[in-house]
């Protein structure tokens, strides 16, 4: 891309990273009005929201990374204060108390704690020695600032963003060196714990888990999601049924086609190029944001810049185990392509984060 002719602010943006984003976010728009059968009411939104959230990103990337770093924990604070929030003042909607009435905005706060733990564990480890790393001294102090709001979360309940909040946090406590022993205990414990956890399990939970293990147990009841997704990706076929000829969608066999579901949407009008498409998209976007880690001289800011990837990361890659039965359905989105706003401000959060520590990364080596 010829940038000669641009201001030296736009020549600088990360535009190997911003094109697939705005890909990514239109295709999502032209899946969205098809799904809504040919109509605006979810494309012209969700445009809407991503240039908003677009601006603000790149907005974003102005701060320091010392201004990021001194802003995870009180940042943290905050959130946490609003989940419990969330219990007190917060309303209830599809069945679970998530969101916070603020007006003209519905504000969903456990999806600001999936950038904020990353960051309030990246600098915790920032803070650490070095020769503490492989204590005790390492682990508590990250487990109970992952452990309290994933509690938080689950209470609401909302096992998927709990589960992306723990990801989240335990990927930075592995990126900084926390021995693979103390993981390997912890996967044991859970392990031993799992039948008990799985008793306190809401219902739906329950049976969501059960039909992962055996999806054609019940296919017309609490199975019928996977079926229908299963089917409207089966029959997309290499290059889909065409636009707009989705009968799985058109015609209301695949719940949640718009939101959780979009990608058997997608993949039942354009087939495996189009999820092709979407894969090599998300890829560019990944890269880009490993090599930003890579490249980051200071602690926090490697630690950081690789645990906001990776969280981007388990959103994608769930969500696609998800649809494809790979996965139990735990209701996360594909990032930037399921309808609503809470999903793209927390992902569009991460992307401006990491501008601000390539930017950086930039001064740095020019200094050099």
Partial sequence: MNLAFMPKPVKELPWRMIVPVCLIATFSCVVLYSAAGGGLRWALPQGA???VFLGAAIAMARLKPEQIKQAAFP????????????????????????????GPLNLQPSELMKPVIVLACAHFYSLLPAREIRG????????VLIGIPAMFILVQPDLGTAMMVVLGGVTVMFLAGVPLRLFAGGALAMGIAGPVAFSFLHDYQRQR?????DPESDPLHTGYHITQSKIAIGSGGLTGVGYLQGTQSHNEFL??????FIFATMAEEWGLVGGLFLIVA?????????????????????????????TIFFYFAINLMMVMGLAPVVGIPLP?????????????ICLGLLMAIERQNKRDVRKG
Avoid: C, Q
């Fill in 282 to 310: 998300f890829s560019l976007v990944l890269r880009w944001g490993m090599k930003v880690a890579n490249e980051s001289e200071d602690r926090f800011s490697r630690l950081a810049a690789a645990g906001l990837t990776t």
């Fill in 136 to 143: 005790w001294s390492a682990i508590w102090p990250a487990a």
């Fill in 75 to 102: 940042a943290y604070v905050i959130v946490l204060v609003l989940l419990v929030a969330v219990e007190a003042l917060g309303f209830v909607g599809g069945g679970a108390r998530r969101w916070i009435n603020l």
């Fill in 255 to 260: 719940p949640e086609k718009h939101t959780d």
């Fill in 49 to 51: 929201r991503f240039v």
């Fill in 209 to 213: 888990v059960l039909i992962f293990l």
């Fill in 336 to 348: 930037l392509f399921s309808y609503g706003g809470s999903a793209i401000m927390t992902v569009m």
